[in-house]
């Protein structure tokens, strides 16, 4: 029996949004942060590239400990609109660049959803296209894609809004192992989050990247690992 999204989350993340700030929805989870002790800028106001590399590495170190080449992954990607977007009727190439295996981009569910965000100027004018693909580590170009995720905030390649329309809030991207029941979603440059099921999954991390952990989370995640 093929399992859908909705379905996978309904059985193993109860409750759960897929949404920025997984970490405060669910008991279980880290938050790091990412390019610590660097600054976005230079002292004569260029990029600190170094700055990204970093966060690249420190982002992909993670993604690489969490997910294996036999891992069954459903890649998920949350597209914010606004419903005089006339783009909505056309059909969002979300992962063109992305996908190395051009098979599985056939498999790709597109959803829409309500907003995920409060803010009170979306009311129902604004909406959330969730895409969804099912597929494994070696079919997609990961470490292009986390470096877009990271890349948010500034101008920097690759991007993940490019001729996407008027986007209300930058995409965000969901990596998700169905086989480890882990997910994985990088805000920005600044950090990410991991939740799972089970502790012991994604403890290995909190030993191996400890140091990444900023000393306001540091306290709360340490207690829900005792």
């Known amino acids: 029996m093929t399992i859908?999204?909705?379905?996978?989350?309904?059985?193993?993340?109860?409750?759960?949004?897929?949404?920025?700030?997984?970490?405060h929805q669910w008991d279980i989870g880290i938050h790091f942060e990412l390019g610590a002790g660097f600054y976005q800028f230079k002292d004569d106001g260029s990029l600190n590239l170094e700055m990204f590399d970093c966060?690249?590495?420190?982002?992909?170190?993670?993604?690489?400990?969490?997910?294996?080449?036999?891992d069954e992954i459903f890649l998920v990607t949350n597209v914010?609109?606004?419903?005089?977007?006339?783009?909505?009727k056309k059909r969002i190439k979300?992962?063109?660049?992305?996908?190395?295996?051009?098979?599985?981009?056939?498999?790709?569910r597109q959803e829409t959803l309500p907003y995920v965000f409060d803010a009170e100027e979306?009311?129902?004018?604004?909406y959330t296209s969730q895409f969804s693909l099912k597929c494994r580590k070696q079919d997609f170009k990961y470490p292009l894609l986390i470096k877009a995720?990271?890349?948010?905030?500034?101008?920097?390649?690759?991007?993940?809004?490019?001729?996407?329309?008027?986007?209300?809030?930058?995409?965000d991207v969901f990596f998700i192992n169905m086989t480890k029941n882990v997910i994985f979603f990088i805000y920005d440059d600044r950090g990410c989050e991991v939740i799972a099921t089970n502790k012991e999954t994604i403890y290995p991390l909190l030993e191996k990247y400890g140091d990444w952990i900023d000393e306001y989370s540091r306290e709360e995640i340490v207690k829900r690992y005792k």
């Open 55 to 70: 966060v690249y590495s420190q982002a992909l170190s993670i993604f690489n400990d969490l997910f294996s080449d036999l």
């Open 94 to 108: 979300v992962y063109g660049r992305y996908i190395k295996n051009k098979d599985i981009k056939f498999h790709l």
């Open 4 to 23: 859908d999204l909705g379905q996978y989350l309904h059985n193993a993340f109860p409750g759960l949004t897929l949404a920025p700030s997984l970490y």
């Open 149 to 171: 995720a990271c890349n948010e905030d500034f101008p920097l390649k690759p991007r993940l809004d490019k001729k996407w329309g008027a986007c209300s809030n930058y995409p």
């Open 122 to 126: 979306a009311d129902d004018d604004y």
């Open 80 to 88: 914010y609109q606004h419903r005089s977007d006339e783009i909505k």
